[in-house]
């Protein structure tokens, strides 16, 4: 277990929907990270959030937005979603806002889009 | 920004054998460098880290060595094993960056 906790574990909605995904960091982060992981490919950085100010945007559409709350948990939210938005999408924490030491990912949620 | 890139994308070993992945960053100011292990379906988990101040390290059967020079890092797996099977992925980062840069993995699968 790494600490990162990520809901739900798996989502399925149709095309056109808006759904959230939820993160909460190990105790004691400030940084959250949003991978997308998409089937039989590499891991897509989204965006970088650091106590609660983005620090870093990434491949990230503008359909999708996100934000980390005062808690330190961070939301992700896909729109208008698209068949090619089904993929794994994992966040990430670590202590600092900048990344020289371990990054502990969440175990993921899988979005399926139908 | 940076980029990363990752050889080979598929690597089949004999139990036992060695298992080598390289890969390449274009960024100089990059300055960690770490693998990360992916079983299928689930999270990925770090299984060794450098920094560019360090050329090699080494923990137990697993090695990472770093050429600066020739912006190139490596993973050496020894005595591999099944369980050793997963997808394994090289990342980047700088010391004031936002993220990490990942290549694109290599499947590695140990026969048996």
């Known amino acids: 277990d790494s600490g990162v906790t990520q809901t739900p574990k798996h989502l399925i909605t149709a095309t056109g929907q808006r759904v959230t995904l939820r993160c909460s960091p190990r105790?004691?982060?400030?940084?959250v990270y949003w991978y997308q992981q998409s089937l039989d490919q590499g891991l897509q950085f989204l965006i970088h959030?650091?106590?609660?100010?983005?620090?870093a945007k990434g491949n990230i559409l503008e359909r999708f937005s996100a934000q980390q709350f005062p808690d330190l948990h961070s939301e992700l939210n896909l729109s208008s979603l698209e068949l090619g938005d089904s993929a794994l999408y994992f966040c990430?924490?670590?202590?600092?806002?900048?990344?020289?030491?371990?990054?502990?990912f969440g175990q993921g949620t899988r979005l399926t889009v139908v | 920004g940076e980029n990363v890139e990752q050889h080979p994308s598929t690597l089949s070993v004999q139990e036992g054998d060695s298992a080598v992945i390289k890969c390449t960053y274009s960024d100089s100011a990059s300055n960690y460098f770490p693998w990360y292990k992916q079983e299928l379906g689930k999270r990925p988990q770090l299984i060794i880290d450098i920094r560019s101040n360090v050329g090699e390290k080494k923990d137990q059967r697993i090695a990472v060595t770093l050429n600066k020079t020739a912006k190139h890092f490596s993973l050496h797996i020894t005595e591999t094993q099944p369980e050793d099977s997963a997808v394994y992925f090289c990342?980047?980062?700088?010391?004031?960056?936002?993220?990490?840069?990942f290549g694109e993995g290599t499947q590695l699968t140990v026969n048996p």
């Open positions: 990342a980047a980062s700088w010391a004031s960056g936002s993220r990490l840069t």
């Open positions: 990430a924490s670590s202590v600092f806002g900048y990344l020289d030491t371990e990054a502990f």
């Open positions: 959030y650091y106590n609660g100010e983005e620090r």
């Open positions: 105790s004691g982060d400030l940084s």
